[in-house]
C-alpha cells in the first residue's frame, strides 16, 4: 500500500521560514521522481517543486524560485521542501506527490500518488 505522509506545516509570520516533509512507503522510493502541489481556498491546484530520482535534477514555478528548496533523502524516503521568506500568498494546503515512471514535471496527472497535504498558512 503506498502511503505519502506529510509533516512540517504550521501557522508562521511573513517572513518565516518552515521545512515540509514527506514520507514514502509502499514503493521503490530511490527510483520515482517526487514534487509538491499546493491548493489555496477558492483556487486552483497549483505546481510547486519536483525533483528527479536522484536529486540531481530539481525545477520550481517562478512564484517560489529563489525561496523554496526541495530535496531528497532516499536513505530515508523522505522528500523535504524548505520554504524561505514566506509569503501571505503560499497560505495554502500542501500535497506531496509520486511518479511511478518518468522524470519530475509540472503536470499534476503525471503524478501517480498524492497525500493527504498538511496546511500551511502565512500571517502578514
Known amino acids: 500500500q503506498v502511503q505519502l505522509v506529510e509533516s512540517g506545516g504550521g501557522l508562521v509570520q511573513a517572513g518565516d521560514s518552515l521545512r515540509l516533509s514527506c514520507v514514502a512507503s509502499g514503493f521503490t522510493f530511490t527510483n520515482r521522481a517526487m514534487g509538491w502541489f499546493r491548493q489555496a481556498p477558492g483556487k486552483e491546484r497549483e505546481f510547486v517543486a519536483a525533483i528527479g530520482w536522484s536529486g540531481g535534477s530539481t525545477a520550481y514555478a517562478d512564484s517560489v524560485k529563489g525561496r523554496f528548496t526541495i530535496s531528497r533523502d532516499n536513505a530515508k524516503n523522505t522528500v523535504y521542501l524548505q520554504m524561505n521568506s514566506l509569503k501571505p500568498e503560499d497560505t495554502a494546503v500542501y500535497y506531496c506527490?509520486?511518479?511511478?515512471?518518468?522524470?519530475?514535471?509540472?503536470?499534476?496527472?503525471?503524478?501517480?500518488?498524492w497525500g493527504q497535504g498538511t496546511q500551511v498558512t502565512v500571517s502578514s
Open positions: 506527490v509520486a511518479r511511478l515512471s518518468g522524470g519530475a514535471t509540472v503536470v499534476a496527472a503525471l503524478y501517480h500518488y
